[in-house]
C-alpha cells in the first residue's frame, strides 16, 4: 500500500513539475512575444523571479521589461532594469535606452554619458545617435544635434524621429525652411510626433 502511495505522490508531483515547466515556457515566450506592455512585462517577470537563466539572458530580460516599463510611463522601474540589465552584460541598446531615459527626465550630462558608452560599443547605433541628439537639442547644443540626427539619417534614412528633432534644430538655428521639411516629413509619417517632442520639453 505505502509503495502504491509513493509512487502516486511521484506521478503527481512529475505532472507538477511538467505543468510548471509548460508555464514558465509560455511565460518565457510571453516576455519577448507578447502584444501588450503588460503582457511581455509580467513574462518577463515570472522569468526574473525563477532566475534560472543564464547571465546574458537575464541581462536581456531585464532590459526588456525595462522597454516596456517606460513605455507605460513607469520610468523609475525602467532605469532599475535597465540598470541590471547592465550590471549582467554591457550592451550598446541598453546604453542608449538608458540614455534616452535620461534624456527626457531631463537628466541630460548622464544621459550624453550613456550615449557615448552606447556610441563606443557600436559606432553604428543610429538610435544612440538620435538619443544623444535629443540631448544636445534639449541642453541647446543645436550644432550638435544636427550632426548628430544627420549621422541617425545616414544610417537610417527616413527615420521620423531623427527628421523632427533635426527639424527643431534647424528651426531653433534660424533655418525655418529646412525645419519645416523635416518636421513635415516626420508629421507624414508619426502625425502625432509633435505632441510628442512636446511633452518632453521640446517646441
Known amino acids: 500500500m505505502r509503495g502504491r502511495l509513493a509512487a502516486g505522490t511521484l506521478v503527481l508531483a512529475l505532472l507538477a513539475m511538467r505543468a510548471w515547466s509548460q508555464t514558465y515556457e509560455?511565460?518565457?515566450?510571453?516576455?519577448?512575444?507578447?502584444?501588450?506592455?503588460?503582457?511581455?512585462?509580467?513574462?518577463?517577470?515570472?522569468?526574473?523571479?525563477?532566475?534560472?537563466?543564464?547571465?546574458?539572458?537575464m541581462a536581456k530580460i531585464y532590459y526588456t521589461r525595462g522597454l516596456m516599463q517606460r513605455r507605460l510611463g513607469q520610468n523609475d522601474a525602467a532605469l532599475k532594469d535597465y540598470n541590471q540589465s547592465l550590471k549582467l552584460a554591457a550592451?550598446?541598446?541598453?546604453?542608449?535606452?538608458?540614455?534616452?531615459?535620461?534624456?527626457?527626465?531631463?537628466?541630460?550630462?548622464?544621459?550624453?554619458?550613456?550615449?557615448?558608452?552606447?556610441?563606443?560599443?557600436?559606432?553604428?547605433?543610429?538610435?544612440?545617435?538620435?538619443?544623444?541628439?535629443?540631448?544636445?537639442?534639449?541642453?541647446?547644443?543645436?550644432?550638435?544635434?544636427?550632426?548628430?540626427?544627420?549621422?541617425?539619417?545616414?544610417?537610417?534614412?527616413?527615420?521620423?524621429?531623427?527628421?523632427?528633432?533635426?527639424?527643431?534644430?534647424?528651426?531653433?538655428?534660424?533655418?525655418?525652411?529646412g525645419g519645416e521639411a523635416d518636421l513635415g516629413a516626420a508629421r507624414a509619417e508619426v502625425p502625432g510626433i509633435v505632441e510628442e517632442f512636446a511633452r518632453y520639453g521640446v517646441k
Open 91 to 177: 550592451s550598446s541598446d541598453v546604453y542608449n535606452s538608458r540614455c534616452y531615459l535620461f534624456a527626457i527626465t531631463s537628466r541630460l550630462q548622464d544621459a550624453l554619458k550613456d550615449c557615448n558608452e552606447a556610441l563606443r560599443l557600436n559606432p553604428r547605433n543610429q538610435y544612440a545617435y538620435d538619443s544623444r541628439g535629443f540631448a544636445y537639442l534639449k541642453l541647446g547644443m543645436v550644432d550638435a544635434a544636427i550632426a548628430d540626427y544627420d549621422a541617425a539619417l545616414g544610417i537610417e534614412p527616413g527615420r521620423p524621429y531623427s527628421m523632427a528633432g533635426r527639424g527643431f534644430a534647424r528651426r531653433r538655428k534660424g533655418d525655418s525652411a
Open 26 to 57: 509560455q511565460q518565457f515566450n510571453l516576455c519577448s512575444s507578447g502584444t501588450t506592455p503588460e503582457q511581455k512585462i509580467q513574462g518577463c517577470s515570472t522569468v526574473i523571479a525563477a532566475n534560472r537563466e543564464p547571465a546574458d539572458t
